[in-house]
């Protein structure tokens, strides 16, 4: 073949590829230190990768092949992954070299360079274990960086955000992007950083997509893609989970704590832009109290218009009526939404001030009631004038006049960008003590990024109720969200479209009772979704875990404050036990709510009879006494139980022996808590008197 044919076949190589790779790294010839934190690796044909030490055993590592210096990752607009002051500088750099390697050590770790390859080892120093081997050298493309780990064969990953369906990743690929995919498989809020239990954690910096590779393709590889030219990344080196997410919040931020109110559920619903016109025709329409039944529609079908306060007739169709209603059927509230939907204001006046006025009229009434109130965010936060008024918004006005507590952002407003949301969350963080009486911010959030997790909670997206699907991939999703450093996480109740199946409902009302947020959108699916919508016995049974929520409040509260440095409210079942059986997919349908609860979820139609009475199986416990939180029968751990009986009404939940749980009284808001008196519940230690039907082998 001639050389003008084979430099033709190259570039058509090179385009059926779609990038143009660097050359590899060659040897390094040198190690050199630039000051007290950091060094630079320099290479045989130029390069330079500068390592930068963030803590003893965190530390930077970056290198542009096209000469660029160290630099804070583009975005449009600018916005920041890191905490003001992410270091924790202690101890001095050991820089060593000779002839096989270089290396640079600090208490906690070396980090190793081998002169022939360049490739990369860390050791942490602390156990003399290698945590991260470098089997191939950086692959700079012109869109695409990707580093290659070893994966060695007894190692587990985890994190990427909230990927919905997942939370252990060991032979699997995840990606790292909003692929506005919100059911099993999707990405709702995704991170970029993963952890391994071999004893790292990475964190690519960069708001760019990203593909994470753990054994998929190689067994024996990890490959970490980005779409960036440049290799820009944090890695950490510690021996535990709750370690490495210390390590993480060092650098981006600590979870938020959410305030008391937040742990209650929400209702959220548009109420300043509908219509609703009487129907005559049988199953159409939603039945109202005057016992008449409505179509809804968002244009003028010269119907009622909705209003927030419910002046003369659209009473029924008010914010402040649903406030009422909750009220009615003793059912606890802590917070509503009632601009929840495009287009949709939260006031009839033709100035923006008077909008503000109406809310503020809705915000003292719902706090006379013990409920806080919100806003959903479909555009900016402060006025536009090219905005007509109804969607005029000022954040400070509506925080220090109307009273608003709550904020909640879609993807209309976020973008796909990641940066924009990062930005207006943190403001909003920032506004809301400020102008709100020092009151603690609550911000849900979609489309998050490293860092969402110190400004805001996220829900997983838009998802149809009523079928098991729903309850089933939350469970996993919900777990690895809280190993991804994203603890508060939510999804709608029963889902915001589909329902009518009272078996799901009731489930999901259950299950939801231990975790963090309950959101209740209204006014999208097939039925309204208040707890009462599908009448008996969903009303009484869906009351009574509203009510068991509102009990535990002291105990939830106490683990969100230990997931704000610590393990996450929703914790895998290998924090309590680490083993194959646990490290795995196996337990994903089950999770330990703080040290204490060991939730089991019904997620699936078993032996179901037309009540919806059916049975769990597969249920782990543990080594040790747990025992049947409503029954009070104890059960030996160690092994896994099935057949385990679940009529409609029961979720199947454990105590672990030796617990203390603190409660209050029940109530349906935090304004209703008698604050002399306090409940704790005694579980102690005690010889088991049932087995489970399957021991472990």
């Avoid at 009351?543 to 068991?548: I, P, V």
């Amino acid at each position: 073949m001639n050389k003008k044919k084979a430099k033709i076949l190259l570039a058509a190589m090179l385009l059926a590829v779609g990038e143009t790779a660097f050359a590899a790294d060659k040897t390094v010839n040198a190690i050199r230190q630039i000051n007290p934190t950091t060094v630079e690796i320099l290479y045989s044909d130029g390069g330079v990768l500068t390592l930068d030490f963030y803590g003893q055993n965190i530390f930077r590592i970056f290198r542009d092949p096209k000469g660029g210096i160290v630099r804070h990752p583009s975005s449009n607009p600018p916005a920041q992954i890191l905490v003001n002051n992410p270091r924790k500088n202690e101890g001095r750099l050991t820089v060593v070299e000779n002839d096989a390697n270089v290396a640079v050590s600090t208490a906690a770790v070396q980090v190793r360079f081998d002169r022939q390859t360049g490739l990369m080892c860390v050791t942490d120093l602390r156990n003399g274990r290698e945590v991260i081997k470098e089997v191939k050298p950086v692959d700079f493309r012109k869109h695409s960086t990707t580093v290659t780990f070893a994966n060695v064969s007894d190692e587990y990953f985890y994190g990427g955000g909230v990927q919905n369906g997942r939370f252990s990743h060991r032979g699997k690929r995840i990606d790292i992007v909003n692929s506005c995919s919100w059911t099993d498989g999707g990405v709702a809020s995704p991170a970029p950083f993963y952890w391994s239990t071999g004893g790292y954690a990475a964190m690519p910096y960069t708001f760019k997509p990203g593909v994470y590779d753990f054994g998929s393709k190689d067994k024996n590889r990890v490959t970490i893609t980005h779409d960036m030219p440049y290799l820009d990344m944090f890695l950490m080196v510690s021996a535990t989970p709750v370690s490495l997410l210390r390590d993480y919040y060092q650098l981006t931020g600590n979870p938020v704590l959410l305030p008391k109110f937040a742990f209650y559920e929400g209702h959220l619903n548009a109420y300043n832009r509908d219509y609703w016109k009487e129907t005559t025709e049988s199953g159409r329409g939603v039945l109202f109290e005057d016992g008449k039944r409505y179509i809804e529609e968002q244009k003028d079908n010269n119907g009622i218009k909705e209003s927030l306060n419910g002046e003369n007739q659209n009473y029924q169709f008010s914010a402040r009526a649903v406030i009422d209603r909750y009220k009615k059927y003793d059912m606890p509230l802590g917070w509503i939404l009632p601009n929840d939907g495009y287009g949709a204001g939260y006031g009839q006046a033709s100035t923006l001030d008077g909008n503000i006025t109406n809310l503020k009229i809705l915000g003292d009434y719902a706090r006379k009631q013990g409920v806080e109130i919100g806003l959903w965010t479909q555009s900016n936060l402060y006025p536009i004038d090219s905005i007509k008024p109804l969607l005029q918004r000022d954040i400070v006005k509506e925080v220090r006049d109307a009273g608003v507590r709550v904020l909640k952002t879609d993807v209309a407003w976020v973008g796909p960008g990641y940066s924009f949301g990062l930005n207006g969350i943190a403001d909003v963080a920032n506004v809301m003590p400020y102008y709100g009486n020092n009151a603690r911010p609550f911000i849900v959030t979609l489309n998050g990024w490293a860092g969402t997790q110190r400004y805001a909670g996220v829900w997983t997206g838009d998802q149809s109720g009523g079928e098991w699907e729903y309850i089933r991939f939350h469970i996993p999703t919900y777990i690895g969200s809280g190993l991804s450093g994203v603890g508060n996480i939510s999804s709608d109740m029963d889902g915001i479209f589909g329902g009518k199946n009272a078996p799901v409902n009731i489930r999901d009302y259950q299950w939801k009772t231990f975790s963090p947020m309950q959101l209740n959108m209204d006014g999208w699916g097939s039925n309204p979704k208040y707890p009462q919508a599908l009448g008996e016995p969903a009303t009484s049974i869906n009351r009574s875990y509203l009510k068991l929520k509102s009990m535990l409040l002291p105990y939830t509260y106490s683990c969100s404050y230990e997931a704000v440095t610590g393990k996450p409210i929703i914790r895998a079942m290998f924090l309590e036990d680490k083993n194959d059986y646990t490290l795995g997919s196996t337990t994903h349908y089950q999770f330990m709510y703080g040290p204490s609860f060991l939730v089991a979820p019904i997620y699936q139609n078993t032996l179901a009879d037309k009540e919806g009475n059916d049975v769990r199986n597969g249920i782990y416990l543990p080594e040790g006494t747990w025992y049947d939180y409503f029954t009070g029968a104890t059960y030996k751990g160690g092994c896994v139980l099935n057949d385990y009986a679940a009529p409609i009404w029961k979720l199947p939940v454990f105590v672990k022996a030796g617990a203390i749980i603190p409660m209050v009284n029940a109530n349906n808001n935090p304004s209703e808590i008698d604050k002399s008196r306090r409940v704790f519940e005694l579980y102690p230690e005690a010889k088991a008197n049932l087995c489970c039907m399957m021991m472990m082998e």
